[in-house]
């Protein structure tokens, strides 16, 4: 029986240790003073950073409105943990309406967030006034917004796009391109009547700001070469959502020569071993394109050498590469498969594309402290729309997030916790049976699969995008700005007044050669002033 005591002690000490298992504790009204008196503690220390921002990271969770960060959350942490940003001092949130619509796309609100302006949806780094397919009205150069990059880069700071999704998809091209359609990602996306317009592709490559970008991390090989290697892994991605380039351009290949006749220290990591190799010290520029298309799942990679790099990985090697710029840097980071996951209906895969953001968020906070530049660094997480996944049906709490909720009073029949509005076909489970509408009974699947679609309500081509607020967490060098509800549009507002670029730039002093030559003349027409006056009035005696 003593051999055994200290076994139960360690078991109950790593009970009462964990967050997952806090629902096994009574939680009395102590526990919940003492949480609030010590949070207010924090914030009553908080303190606003007004300096210069020398450096600015954006991180956005394409799709992941607030019930994905409530369902990733409870999902990684359990009901009392915390996504790593939800630790940030600062929380606003915006409106992701577009000029058009109600609900948004990728497009439109990257637009927003990267330009400051409001534009119609499918279209990018373009003004309202250009509508959907305008190629003639998106090459006009005053029709074309100006983005945070090219602010940026005029500047004289690095820039750079980390994402998990093809580098000339809806989010990172709002960073670049100007386009009145997103799809247009390469030339054989591109419309008889848009022979004018250039595929977002090849402006990335050949034109400002993302020619000059000093990082570029992805996927989509397909829309940047023409016969692009392909391996059982990775293979030649077709559909009516993706594109392959056939017009002979290698785009990669253009980069590299540019490089070359530059005469600057590049990179061309093609996996995640020469990622994880390559020497960011003697880095200045990285075009790391490691698949044909987007990212596959976290979950599904099987993380060798020959594999795709981790969000982490890539955010960090490009944050380390950036800052050997002594001016500072802008970079945005996408963790673009949260996205894909609600449109394919499956949740879990969202979460856990959710976690890896809060992974490469967590480490890029240490990887700042280390760096000595967190002081400096205004760090922003936020979303560019949501989705419209529900949480519902009070369930227990430490409850499996993706499991079953309870039993309809109605049909007498289960259902999940997680559930969509408008889905595509999979994730319909309503049929009917002799005049009477029936359900699919989700406790005789298995729901926490990676592959199970969750239920929806109304049946469409896909899941749909949700138009509610998003959230936007920021800390660092004016990250108390965030403080109430905003436009989407505020983000860029708040990062170039932070950097002090665009508009905020501050006017050049005088130089100290010119004070004191302008103060010499000054004092010396005052002399002459005062002489002739003297010599008036002697005159006059």
């Given amino acids: 029986m003593k051999e055994e005591c ?73 009901e009392y943990g915390y996504l790593s940003w939800e630790r940030f001092d600062h929380v606003g949130a915006v409106k992701t309406y577009s000029n058009d619509r109600q609900v948004p796309d990728s497009a439109c609100s990257g637009t927003a967030m990267f330009a400051g302006v409001k534009t119609n949806i499918h279209t990018l780094g373009v003004h309202s006034t250009v509508k959907r397919f305008d190629c003639d009205g998106s090459a006009v150069k005053e029709n074309q917004v100006v983005t945070l990059a090219k ?40 419309p008889y009547y848009a022979s004018k317009c250039k595929d977002i592709a090849r402006q990335m490559i050949e034109d400002e700001p993302g020619k000059n970008f000093n990082v570029i991390m992805g996927g989509g090989r397909q829309q940047l070469m023409t016969d692009p290697p392909a391996t059982a892994e990775d293979p030649i991605a077709e559909g009516a959502t993706t594109c392959k380039r056939l017009d002979g351009l290698n785009l990669i290949a253009e980069w590299a020569r540019r490089m070359e006749n530059k005469k600057v220290k590049f990179a061309l990591p093609k996996n995640r071993k020469e990622l994880l190799d390559m020497d960011t010290s003697k880095t200045d520029y990285v075009l790391g394109i490691f698949c044909n298309d987007h990212f596959p799942y976290f979950h599904a990679v099987n993380h060798s050498d020959t594999s795709v790099p981790t969000l982490e990985e890539m955010t960090t090697k490009a944050i380390k590469v950036l800052n050997n710029n002594k001016n500072g840097f802008f970079l945005m980071v996408e963790s673009g498969l949260i996205d894909q996951g609600h449109h394919n209906g499956k949740a879990r895969i969202a979460l856990s594309e959710t976690v890896q953001l809060s992974i490469a968020v967590n480490s ?127 983000v860029a507002e708040v990062i170039k ?27 010396s027409v005052i002399m002459i002033i005062m002489a002739q006056l003297l010599f008036r009035l002697k005159n006059l005696m």
């Fill in 151 to 190: 602010l940026a880069q005029d500047a004289g700071k690095a820039t750079g796009i980390v994402t998990t999704a093809r580098v000339t998809h809806a989010t990172p091209a709002a960073m670049y391109a100007h386009s009145s359609f997103r799809d247009w990602e390469c030339d054989t996306r591109m």
């Fill in 497 to 523: 007044y932070a950097l002090r670029i665009g508009n905020y730039t501050p006017k050049p002093l005088l130089a100290k050669s010119q004070r004191s030559g302008s103060s010499s003349l000054i004092s």
């Fill in 364 to 490: 890029t906070m240490k990887l700042l402290e280390a760096a000595g530049i967190k002081e400096e660094t205004l760090v922003i997480v936020t979303s560019d729309h949501s989705h419209t996944l529900t949480i519902s049906g009070y369930p227990d709490i430490g409850s499996n997030i993706l499991g079953i909720a309870g039993k309809s009073l109605v049909d007498k029949t289960p259902y999940t916790i997680l559930n969509y509005a408008v889905v595509g076909r999979h994730n319909f489970k309503m049929k009917a049976v002799n005049g009477t509408v029936v359900r699919e009974d989700p406790s005789k699947v298995d729901t926490t699969s990676y592959d199970y679609r969750a239920a929806g309500v109304v049946p469409d081509a896909t899941n749909f995008h949700g138009g509610s607020d998003v959230f936007v967490y920021a800390t660092g060098p004016n990250a108390y700005l965030f403080h109430r509800m905003h436009e989407q549009t505020y």
């Fill in 6 to 78: 200290p076994k139960m002690f360690a078991l109950l000490f790593l009970l009462l240790a964990s967050p997952g298992l806090l629902a096994l504790q009574v939680l009395d009204q102590h526990y919940w003073m003492k949480v609030s008196a010590e949070d207010l503690r924090e914030s009553l220390n908080v303190k606003p950073n007004k300096r210069i921002a020398k450096n600015v990271i954006l991180f956005v969770g394409d799709g992941m409105g607030p019930n994905t960060a409530t369902a990733a959350r409870i999902y990684k942490e359990h």
